[in-house]
């Protein structure tokens, strides 16, 4: 059984893992990459905090993103929902051998590979101890998978939205192609739209706001992160309705 710790600031999170981030060199997925993370994440489970995982496919495919080929955007975000699963699934193995049990619930039905999502399922699992990943954003195309992460967190009821990327937090601009871009402690939503941001897109930006969701955006990077996300140290940015 998982024991409470005063030190832990977010009892239920919503765990938003980039698929790119999650990527080696030259490799579809990192193994030793992986490992670490799933012991980060035990190491947390362990302090009395419940995992609800959104994971992206920007190491596989992206529908809005194809490299050159022309599908239909449809399908393509068909095949970048299915491209999600590979890694939940990767993701679920790696946590069951760090020793955490854990569920992969598809919000459409992949019966011969995983359950389908019910949000009182996986609120009733989370409960019980399980971490659960859910994998195709919300399940219909032209959404992202930062949607999904909202969505999941709001149906879920979780404390913050943990969104672990492979750039530190938010920047006024691109800090891949800009050496002087500016990183934000902390941003409102309406902040975030006006100055165009991009931090979320227009839609998890809505649920966000509407729901009164927190987001901490940090690195994947070092998995360390995701423990001192959770005891609410001072990494990455945080996204909110509250002005701090």
Same mark, same amino acid.
């Given at each position: ?35 670490k ?71 459409? =039905? @992949? ?10 399922? %996986?609120? &009733?699992?989370? /409960? +019980? ?18 949607t ?18 492979n ?6 601009k ?31 930006? =809505? @649920? ?10 940090? %690195?994947? &990077?070092?998995? /360390? +992160? ?5 005891k ?13």
């Amino acid at each position: 059984m998982s024991k409470e710790n005063e030190n832990v600031r977010y009892k239920r999170v919503l765990l938003k893992l980039s698929g790119e981030a999650l990527a080696g060199d030259g490799k579809i997925l990192n193994g030793e990459f992986l490992e670490k993370v799933s012991a980060e994440i035990k190491k947390c489970a362990d302090m009395g905090v419940q995992f609800a995982i959104v994971i992206g496919a920007g190491n596989i495919w992206r529908g809005a993103r194809q490299g050159g080929l022309k599908i239909d955007r449809v399908r393509g975000d068909h095949m970048g929902m299915l491209a999600t699963v590979i890694n939940a699934l990767a993701l679920q193995d790696y946590l069951i051998k760090a020793g955490l049990k854990t569920r992969v619930m598809s919000p459409f =039905a @992949i019966q011969q590979v995983c359950e389908t999502y019910s949000q009182y399922k %996986a609120i &009733e699992a989370l /409960e +019980n101890g399980e971490a659960v990943i859910i994998p195709c954003g919300v399940g219909y195309p032209y959404f992202s998978t930062d949607t999904g992460m909202m969505l999941r967190a709001a149906e879920l009821k979780c404390d913050c939205a943990l969104a672990a990327k492979n750039v530190d937090g938010i920047y006024d601009k691109d800090p891949n192609k800009y050496p002087d871009a500016k990183k934000y402690d902390a941003l409102t939503y309406e902040e975030a739209l006006n100055k165009n941001l991009k931090a979320l897109d227009a839609a998890a930006s =809505a @649920i966000g706001m509407e729901n009164d969701i927190k987001v901490l955006a940090f %690195a994947l &990077e070092t998995p /360390e +992160n995701i423990t001192s996300a959770i005891k609410g140290e001072n990494i990455g940015t945080i996204l909110s309705n509250e002005k701090i």
